[in-house]
Structure formats: structure tokens, C-alpha cells
């Protein structure tokens, strides 16, 4: 098999969506993080179950909106992390 891959995955408007699929590409071993590009994210009980478990699996959250529970980050800075990442997806 590979290197294992740096995957980013955008958060925008399908945010249950995003986290689901997020969660879903850490079974290859890859390395993946989630970035909160859009609005606050509005905590579901999909989003919670797959926020926590993206962190369990050791997936970093970064977002640009003060009042979310997540590791706060620029939209600035956020464009310089991305271009260390293989892959990255929109949702």
C-alpha cells in the first residue's frame, strides 16, 4: 500500500454531510482533518456523534466561527494549512 494521504475536507452548506463523509475516509489510516469554511455549525445529533468520533480517531476540526466548539483558525490561515494537504473536498 501507500503513504498514507493528508485529506481535507470542507465544511459548507451539507455539514451533517461533510463530518459523515470526514469520518468515513479515516478507515484507510489516512490523515484527516475537517475545516468549517461556512456558517456556524448547527450541532445535530449526527454532527455531535460524528464530530466526537472524527476526534477520536484523531481528526482536527478548524473553524472560522467564534461560537463554534472547535479549534479556531482564519479563513487566511486555513488557505496556507490547505496546501499541505493531498486531497481536498468540498461540501
Do not use: C, H, W
Amino acid at each position: 500500500m501507500g503513504d498514507a494521504k493528508k485529506i481535507a475536507i470542507l465544511v459548507r452548506d451539507r455539514q451533517s454531510e461533510a463530518f459523515r463523509m470526514a469520518v468515513g475516509l479515516t478507515l484507510a489510516d489516512d490523515e484527516v482533518n475537517a475545516f468549517v469554511v461556512g456558517d456556524k455549525v448547527e450541532i445535530t445529533d449526527d454532527v455531535e456523534l460524528n464530530t466526537e468520533t472524527l476526534k477520536d480517531m484523531d481528526g482536527k476540526i478548524f473553524t472560522k466561527n467564534p461560537d463554534d466548539p472547535f479549534d479556531q483558525m482564519s479563513l487566511e490561515d486555513m488557505g496556507k494549512a490547505l496546501a499541505d494537504y493531498d486531497v481536498i473536498v468540498p461540501y
